[in-house]
């Protein structure tokens, strides 16, 4: 069986829209997943489906739910909502439903405006909501890139590979593989570090834990995941860490303590096929790590260096491996 919808952003339903075209044996996840990125988004932001019979939220054990699973009729509706701080409602309404299933998994058959930029929701709808006369003044508030945005078409062909694109390689992301991680504590590269192996299905709630840890921190305070210039939605937690497109040579940050604020470098070195036998270990490091409520990484060079009265000093090359290890959990 295959099902065509009509999708439209609320409050932009006139200027940003798609149809398309899903076999109904698609995955919950998977049918999300490519209606966020056929309008431009880029799975930055934590989404969930929601009906009046059903609600779904994105985890890892509702990844087998299909839209067959849903007992779906033509008046079947959905939202999906996007990006919940700037909120984008995505309108999902059956159009039709074909008994025999010859399409592909999921296609866009046509559609309205180029798509969402995430976090400027309101722009957006400010935008399309004034009339012609008045957008020119208001776009003399916002920047050129925004201006550039505004002015892309829909290309029909151009929306389809982009989610083809992102069917491959989401296919290629979540096969078993182990990430060879080098970290870091800023402020202090050459003399505090670690390498480290994980298994790319680790969440990324866990991964952010255990870094911390390998760190010597105790986690009694707040972490997360920063991708650009961006911190990860903290929502996004349980989701594993192949959800966030990982290339060899990538470079990110694990934030922990934002009043101290440490920062943990973590680049990619290498990708290896196949699960390690822990889900994380610590292959090597040194250097001691970093000394929580400190005040961050100006007081910790005082306590290696006997200076703050408030600590004892700290050997900075002290560092066991095998200590590392049990702290994160690895034996």
Same mark, same amino acid.
């Given at each position: 069986?295959?099902?065509?919808? *009509?999708?439209? =952003? #609320? ?5 940003? $829209? ?9 995955k919950l996840d998977d049918f999300?997943?490519?209606?966020? +990125? ?25 990844? @087998? ?15 999906? !909502? ?13 159009? #039709?439903?074909?008994?025999?299933? *010859?399409? #592909?998994?999921?296609? =866009? ?20 909501? /004034?009339? &012609? ?29 982009? @989610? %083809?694109? /992102? ?30 192996? +994980? *298994?790319?299905d680790i969440s990324i709630d ?18 997360? &995941?920063? +991708? ?13 860490? $192949?959800? @966030? @497109? ?11 303590? %934002? ?5 943990? *470098? ?5 990708? =290896? ?6 889900? !994380?270990? +610590? ?6 790590? &970093? ?12 306590? %290696?260096n006997g200076e703050n009265e ?8 002290? %560092? ?12």
């Open positions: 069986m295959r099902i065509v919808f *009509n999708v439209y =952003v #609320d409050n932009l339903e006139k200027v940003i $829209n798609r149809k398309i075209e899903v076999s109904s044996s698609i999300c997943e490519y209606i966020i +990125v056929s309008l431009n988004g880029y799975k930055t932001y934590s989404y969930f489906l929601d009906d009046d019979d059903y609600e779904y939220y994105k985890t890892k054990e509702d990844d @087998v739910i299909s839209l067959k699973d849903l007992d779906i009729t033509k008046e079947s509706k959905f939202v999906l !909502f996007y990006d919940l701080d700037s909120t984008y409602y995505i309108n999902i309404d059956v159009i #039709d439903i074909v008994e025999e299933d *010859n399409s #592909d998994i999921f296609k =866009v058959i046509d559609g309205k405006g180029y798509g969402i930029l995430e976090g400027y929701r309101y722009k957006l709808v400010g935008y399309f909501n /004034y009339s &012609l006369k008045d957008r020119k003044k208001f776009l003399e508030r916002f920047s050129k890139s925004f201006l550039e945005f505004i002015n892309k078409k829909f290309d029909l062909d151009e929306c389809n590979n982009r @989610v %083809f694109s /992102y069917m491959d390689e989401k296919k290629e992301r979540i096969k078993p593989k182990t990430y060879i991680f080098n970290i870091s504590l800023e402020g202090f590269a050459r003399e505090i570090k670690r390498k480290i192996a +994980v *298994n790319n866990d991964f952010c834990m255990k870094v911390v840890l390998s760190m010597r921190g105790d986690l009694f305070h707040c972490y997360g &995941l920063k +991708v650009g210039k961006e911190m990860l939605d903290e929502e996004l937690g349980d989701m594993e860490l $192949n959800s @966030v @497109v990982l290339k060899d040579k990538a470079k990110f940050k694990v934030i922990y303590d %934002f009043g101290d604020n440490w920062i943990i *470098n973590v680049s990619l070195s290498k990708i =290896v096929d196949g699960y390690s036998e822990s889900c !994380f270990s +610590v292959l090597s490091g040194k250097g001691y790590g &970093l000394v929580d409520d400190c005040g961050g990484p100006y007081y910790l060079n005082r306590i %290696f408030m600590w004892e000093k700290v050997d900075i090359n002290d %560092f066991d491996l095998d200590e590392c290890n049990r702290v994160v959990g690895n034996k």
